[in-house]
């Protein structure tokens, strides 16, 4: 699977934004995909997960509420829109698939392939 995240830039406090990953050389209605996110300085972090079926999806603490993670299986993509947008929600994006999940859908080991990241900057 190669996943392919855009949309990320620079937002104002309290502003929205939308990233999108695009899978492409899988069945990709067969993945759990995610997002995950890595600020300056600090290890990468769950942010969002959705389950094949769009049945589930599940969020850090620190986005519940401002973020959703949705997947459209007609065009191979996923989305994070972001509201309320935060200076702590500065980071790099990545969007995560794998087949299966092993235990919590958060745990970074359970994720097989990832796309190359993009960068959101929140300005206060």
């Known amino acids: 699977v190669q996943l392919q995240a855009s949309g990320g830039g620079l937002v104002q406090a309290g502003g929205s934004l939308r990233v999108s990953c695009a899978a492409s050389g899988a069945t990709f209605g067969s993945y759990y995909m995610a997002w995950f996110r890595q600020a300056p300085g600090k290890e990468r972090e769950f942010v969002a997960a959705?389950?094949?079926?769009?049945?589930?999806?599940y969020y850090a603490d620190s986005v519940k509420g401002r973020f959703t993670i949705s997947r459209d299986n007609t065009k191979n993509t996923i989305y994070l829109q972001m509201d309320t947008l935060k200076p702590e929600d500065t980071a790099v994006y990545y969007c995560?698939?794998?087949?299966?999940?092993?235990?919590?859908?958060?745990?970074?080991?359970?994720?097989?392939?990832w796309g190359q990241g993009t960068l959101v900057t929140v300005s206060s």
């Open positions: 995560a698939a794998t087949p299966i999940i092993s235990g919590r859908e958060a745990s970074e080991q359970n994720y097989l392939y």
């Open positions: 959705i389950s094949r079926s769009l049945k589930s999806t």
